[in-house]
C-alpha cells in the first residue's frame, strides 16, 4: 500500500503561463519515456524478481516516478492556467485544448496518447534491468531536450533539472541491481538464460531429456 504526502517532491512554482512549453513538457507524462511509463514498468516488474533488494528498489523507484509524474502535471497545469482563448490560438494548444479543455491527459508531445506498448515486463529480471537503464538514459536526454526549449524560464528549468538528476540515480540504482541479479546466477548461465524460469525447456538444455525435472 501507499501513504500519500501532501507536498510534490521538489517544489513547482511557475510564475507565467506558456501554452507551448506546457506541450512539450506533457511527453514527460504521458510520452514514450515519460513518467507514467516509467512508475507502471517498475512497479510490474517487480512481481517477478525473486532477489528482495532488487524488488525493493523497484518499488522505491516506480513510487518515486508516480511522484515525478505529478511534479510534471504541476507543471503543464501552472504553465496553462487561465490562458486566454487567444493565448490558446497563437500557442498552438488550440488541437489539446479542444478534446481535453485545461485538464491534464497523458500524452506525447506530437500527441499520441499514453499506451502500455510504450514499457515491458519480460519476467526475466535481466532484461527488464537492462530495459530499465535504457529507459532512464531516454529519460535523462527528453529532459536536457526540454531544458532546451525551456531556457527562458528559469523556474521551469530549476525543476526539470532536479528531474534530469533523479533519473541518472536511476540509472546507476538498476546498474547495481543488474549486478546483484548477475551475482545471483550460477556462472555457467551468466547472460543465457534466466535458470529459474528455462530450467526446463529443452531449447536451452543440449542433453536429451533435460526437459523432466
Ligand atoms: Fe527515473
Redesign the pocket.
Known sequence: MWVYEKRLQFPVNIKETNAKLAQAIISQYGGPDGESG?AMRYLSQRYSVKNSRVAGILTD?GTE?LGHGEMVCAIIYQLTRNLSMEEIEKSGFDKYYVDHTLGIWPQAAGGVPFNACEFQVKGDPITDLYEDMAA?QK?RTTYENLLRLAKDSPDVCEVLKFLRT??IV?FQRFGESLRMVQDDLDSKNFYAFNPDFDRSAPCVDPKPGCNKD
Open positions: 516509467a523507484i516516478e532512464e529519460a533523479r533519473e536511476h
